[in-house]
């Protein structure tokens, strides 16, 4: 079993940064690729953004290219999502994945429980 745990989540206005961070644990929680989806009120759950497991190679929706950035800290087991200019569009839940690698959320095996993300105008 692999525990995600997500923090960073808050209120910020439009055009400002937030960090995310994701911290996996449990006996494999290294092996697995990682990634961040989101979802809004009344939305479907959205891919964000994920990383393999070395943090070499990264994937990105085309709504925030350029403007997120995810990282990974490998001894740590930590996932981390920086995200700059931010817009209103960008509040949403966003939930910590492990074991995909893409836009698939049925390729993930495990989630945290969210955290929020309120981008006021």
């Known amino acids: 079993q692999v525990q995600l745990v997500e923090s960073g989540g808050g209120l910020v206005q439009a055009g400002g940064s937030l960090r995310l961070s994701c911290a996996a644990s449990?006996?494999?929680?290294?092996?697995?690729?990682m990634g961040w989806f989101r979802q809004a009120p009344g939305k479907e759950r959205d891919f964000v953004s994920s990383?393999?497991?070395?943090?070499?190679?990264?994937y990105y929706a085309d709504s925030v290219k350029g403007r997120f950035t995810i990282s990974r800290d490998v001894p740590k087991n930590t996932v981390y999502l920086q995200m700059n200019s931010l817009k209103p569009e960008d509040t949403a839940i966003y939930y910590c994945?492990?074991?995909?690698?893409?836009?698939?959320?049925?390729?993930?095996?495990?989630w945290g429980q969210g955290t929020q993300v309120t981008v006021s105008s």
């Open positions: 994945a492990a074991g995909g690698l893409g836009p698939n959320a049925n390729a993930y095996s495990y």
């Open positions: 449990g006996r494999t929680a290294s092996v697995y690729a």
């Open positions: 990383v393999d497991r070395s943090g070499s190679l990264t």
